[in-house]
């Protein structure tokens, strides 16, 4: 028995057919001001000012050159990319992070964290807010949805095309 014959006794009865379609998402619609107003009890500083150092470090610039355009202090402008959702605010590595977190659960005194981090005033209350608040999910989801531009990039692939030239590929050890 060929393929032929098998596939004369296969019948298909359909009554009908559903359309089907690709499935698109356009997230071009996201208000980010309006998010922004919806969370001002939960920004650190006016939902205008946010959406300027929202805009400003999109473009590129720095989170104190960000604040400064909005005028608010660099803190409070990385508080705030920081609770849109912005990745890599705080200040303090790893281990540093951890003495923080001991000292905010009262393992160490303030001035053993401050001293054991290595941090100033500024970085250590900057590290502190970050361990404390949480992104907000509907900032940082406009964030990431904003089709005009990327809100943030990734320092990481930045320092890795800044030093292209410097480094050799894993096949050059051999």
Do not use: N
């Not at 590129?60 to 355009?69: V, W």
């Not at 951890?98 to 001035?111: P, Y």
């Amino acid at each position: 028995m060929g393929l032929a014959d098998i596939a004369s006794d296969v019948g298909v009865t359909t009554t009908r057919q559903d359309e089907r379609g690709v499935a698109t998402v356009d997230d071009t619609g996201v208000d980010l001001d309006a998010r922004l107003r919806e969370h001002a009890d939960e920004l650190p500083c006016t939902p205008e000012a946010a959406a300027t150092v929202l805009e400003r470090h999109a473009a590129g610039e720095s989170a104190g050159d960000a604040g400064r355009a909005a005028v608010v202090a660099p803190v409070t402008a990385a508080k705030v990319l920081h609770r849109a959702g912005i990745e890599g605010v705080t200040p303090l590595a790893p281990t540093a992070r951890r003495i923080l977190r001991d000292w905010l659960t009262g393992r160490l005194s303030r001035a053993d964290a401050l001293e054991l981090t290595g941090a100033d005033d500024a970085e250590f209350s900057l590290a502190a807010y970050v361990e404390t608040h949480d992104p907000i999910p509907e900032l940082a989801d406009a964030t990431r949805r904003d089709a005009a531009q990327s809100l943030g990039s990734d320092a990481l692939v930045e320092k890795r095309e800044a030093l292209a030239e410097t480094m050799s590929a894993s096949t050059d050890l051999f």
